[in-house]
């Protein structure tokens, strides 16, 4: 009888400051918020590791699309993929910079171009590196040209440009390796049926 009494009257207390929790919780007090400044580039990273998350579900829908649309050529799909991309991150870029000018904005192109020539050509993901250079120049002050006037400005795009092709080469050059070792590996297996049914 105790054991009940004593398990009841905990219960109570564990309810009733759970009562007063909840009010305290619900009453109106003023709020005085601070923001750090670095919150900022923490929700952009934030963004952008969603993003780069979200990346590996692409090969499904990219499949799925291949399937459904009949493209059969890499190359053909490749172009549909960097239109698309640059057809949804370019109004948002915009949207972004009228605001105020965002950092390094063309990470978001960057990112697009790295996808075009790692699941599709090197030729799709250079049309969109032009793609995102012309946005680039048009989101830059003076805005709404493709004049670009500052010397910063200047150098913000050619890095931009240099580090993207950068990436086009090395992604490139390393999915022709994979291609190769897999050949070569195809040749030594098909060598070795071969030889074992010509010892037969």
Known sequence: MTNKVSNRTI????????SIL?????????????VDPGSGAMLWQAAAAA???SLFYMRRVVVWVRRHVDFRSQRAMGFVFATAYA????PLVLALCRNGQMPRFGDLFLL???????????????YLLGLGVLVSAWVLPPDGTLAVVQT??????????????????LIARVKAGRVASFVR???GISGMTVETASGD
Request: net charge neutral; proline share 2%; with cysteine.
């Open 152 to 169: 910063q400005d200047v150098y913000r795009l050619i890095s931009f440009t240099l580090v993207s092709l950068f990436l086009i080469c």
């Open 22 to 34: 909840l009010l305290v919780m619900a009453t109106p007090r003023r709020a005085s918020a601070y």
């Open 87 to 90: 057809l949804v991150v370019s």
């Open 11 to 18: 219960w109570r207390a564990i309810g009733s400051a759970f």
């Open 185 to 187: 590996q195809d040749e």
């Open 112 to 126: 697009g171009v790295m996808l075009t020539v790692y699941f599709f050509t090197w030729e799709a993901a250079t």
């Open 51 to 53: 993003c780069i998350g």
